[in-house]
């Protein structure tokens, strides 16, 4: 199946820009997306990017896709402490999603 | 407000028990999905409903046992639980308008299986 890759830590200060790096394995992937999980909660999506793009924006939020080394990244601009959570990359292909184990972000003051 | 119940919250249970985690959404969202969340391996798909009537499995699929009789829920049954079972079980939903992995979460359920 597809295996999708995630760092398991990232620390980041407050007011910095955290990047969350993901490589996936299936080529024939059709979206990619971000989640967010905050403690004690379910999953939230953030933002997702169709494979043919190669960035997406969102407010803080960029979402970089390099298709060809089947990397993705999320940026996230000036952090804040609301921003700690668990942050999951998934892929998506023949309609069925692979997750990533998950980043855990901690921003610090 | 609209989205995705499940209950228990939080449920500690004997080997050899028999559950059911239970999911209802009010979005009328046609698929309907259960994960189980275990640390260091995210989510792995248990099983899966595409439309009331059907189900189909996932990666993980052994010990549990769904049905989806009507759109809104989506009961998750383990037969006779084991301490494998052990872990944060979450639903979701996806529907009509957005990509197919744009799934709105439930709140998860801890079960824990002595």
């Known amino acids: 199946g597809e295996d999708v890759e995630q760092s398991l830590f990232l620390s980041v200060r407050e007011g910095d820009s955290s990047v969350i790096n993901c490589t996936y394995t299936?080529?024939?992937?059709?979206?990619l997306y971000w989640y967010k999980q905050e403690p004690g909660a379910g999953l939230q999506l953030l933002t997702y990017?169709?494979?043919?793009?190669d960035m997406k924006q969102d407010q803080r939020l960029t979402v970089l896709l390099n298709k060809k080394d089947k990397h993705l990244s999320l940026r996230i601009a000036d952090t804040q402490t609301g921003d700690s959570a668990i942050y999951f990359c998934?892929?998506?292909?023949?309609?069925?999603?692979?997750f990533g184990a998950g980043t855990t972000v901690t921003v610090r003051a | 407000i609209a989205g995705i119940t499940q209950a228990p919250t939080s449920q500690i249970l004997a080997a050899g028990r028999r559950m059911t985690l239970r999911c209802t959404q009010d979005m009328r969202h046609n698929a309907m999905y259960w994960y189980r969340q275990d640390l260091g391996l995210g989510l792995r798909l248990i099983h899966y409903?595409?439309?009331?009537?059907?189900?189909g499995k996932g990666e993980v699929p052994d010990g549990y046992s769904v049905s989806r009789a009507n759109t809104d829920d989506f009961p998750l049954t383990l037969a006779s639980a084991v301490p494998s079972q052990t872990s944060v079980y979450f639903c979701?939903?996806?529907?009509?308008?957005?990509?197919?992995?744009?799934?709105?979460f439930g709140e998860g359920s801890r079960l824990t299986v002595l």
């Open positions: 979701a939903s996806s529907g009509q308008g957005g990509p197919t992995g744009e799934l709105f």
């Open positions: 299936d080529s024939s992937s059709t979206y």
């Open positions: 409903s595409n439309t009331a009537g059907t189900t």
């Open positions: 998934a892929s998506e292909s023949d309609y069925k999603l692979s």
């Open positions: 990017i169709f494979s043919n793009m």
